[in-house]
């Protein structure tokens, strides 16, 4: 399908930088304009429906995900959403995690001194998971479902069955460097807590993100804080406990708005469409990076893969990549890349060809 006309990209740009910033599709862009612009309308009425319009936008958010709308909260990013979500868990628990994580997932649990056992991702990492599970027995697993230096992919039917296994282990996951690439069920996925923000495969800008929340891990909550009072001021009456910790203040609305409109285009142009579209490309570009060996040894011969991909060549070639139009990011080892709806097969060959070049 043709979803690059979807987008302003020159044609002198390969765009592989969704990782660290997706584009805004045409569409949004237009909305953010208007929205603006009638916002600060000072006859306008758009200021007093602020929070009729960011209950729609929860209940995009929810309809999207497959999660319950009671529990679902729209925070400003993935950290602020999940560092409060830790404060609230008991102090006592243990955390297993992978080693070199995303800082705002690992660093939470360091600079609170919680209990905590690190595990190196590696080729089976899964296996590693559960070994560690087995032997450590933390009460929370956190993990980035891709991995944003590597792009190895967690297995979601891994995530399923180790639910199943451990019924009483949280699973908590950022979802940021994976939703928007594919169709996701939350309420099938076995993750209790998902977070995720809005600015990268999602295409929806900065200010905006989201939390998920299972039935469980809902009323655990709410057991745990069954003595703090609920608000009684007239403007905080209709918030539950948990909407007073995840969504203390305003919300904006150009931010979470752009969430919304940016789902709906997703969603118009369909998610499997756009998992097939991606899988196809991505398959191209691994096949071409494997046969110049440019792939990390733990993601070379996994079956499950992401379309965020380090690509083994020396970090000190970013510039000239994007001198040459291929518009990246040094990550890690090598320079990584991510293919998105609006990359095609010809995007993958002119960086090949770029590549060759340089090498």
């Known amino acids: 399908m043709h979803f690059k006309e979807n987008f302003d990209i020159p044609e002198e740009i390969v765009y592989l930088n969704s990782p660290s910033n997706g584009l805004l599709p045409k569409e949004t862009k237009a909305w953010r304009m208007v929205w603006d612009k009638e916002f600060f309308d000072t006859q306008g009425s758009f200021r007093d429906q602020q929070p009729e319009f960011i209950a729609d936008v929860k209940e995009t958010v929810a309809k999207f995900f497959h999660s319950e709308i009671k529990s679902t909260f729209l925070i400003p990013n993935f950290s ?38 690190v595990i190196k991702p590696e080729e089976h990492v899964e296996q590693a998971i559960e070994q560690a599970i087995d032997e450590y027995n933390p009460d929370v697993f956190i993990v980035s479902i891709v991995q944003y230096i590597t792009g190895l992919k967690i297995d979601l039917e891994f995530i399923q069955r180790l639910k199943r296994r451990n019924p009483s282990l949280l699973i908590i ?39 998920l929340m ?20 007239a403007m905080w009456k209709h918030k539950g406990i948990l909407n007073t910790f995840f969504e203390p203040g305003h919300q904006e609305t150009l931010s979470h708005g752009t ?11 369909g998610l ?19 046969e110049r060996n440019l792939l990390l040894p733990e993601i070379k011969e996994r079956e499950v893969r992401s379309s965020l991909i380090n690509i ?31 990359n095609d097969i010809s995007d993958v060959h002119r960086l090949i060809e770029i590549i060759d070049k340089l090498r």
Request: net charge neutral.
């Open 80 to 117: 602020f959403g999940y560092s409060t979500l830790i404060d609230l868990l008991p102090r006592h628990y243990s955390y297993l995690v992978l080693t070199d994580e995303y800082p705002s997932l690992q660093y939470p649990i360091v600079n609170r001194r919680l209990k905590h056992t």
């Open 214 to 233: 299972s039935d469980g891990l809902t009323r655990r909550l709410q057991n745990i804080l069954s003595d703090v009072p609920l608000p009684k001021v």
């Open 173 to 211: 996951a950022d979802g940021t460097q994976f939703l928007g690439t594919e169709p996701f069920n939350f309420k099938q996925s076995g993750i209790d807590a998902l977070a995720g923000s809005g600015y990268k495969w999602l295409l929806s800008g900065y200010g905006n993100g989201f939390l």
């Open 272 to 290: 499997e469409n756009i998992q097939q579209h991606i899988q196809q490309v991505t398959q191209e570009a691994y096949q071409l990076l494997a």
């Open 312 to 342: 083994q060549v020396d970090p000190q070639l970013y510039d000239q990549l994007t001198k040459a139009g291929a518009i990246c990011f040094p990550r890690g080892t090598g320079i990584r890349i991510g293919i998105h709806l609006y």
């Open 259 to 269: 969430l919304k409109q940016s789902l709906l285009k997703l969603e118009e142009l």
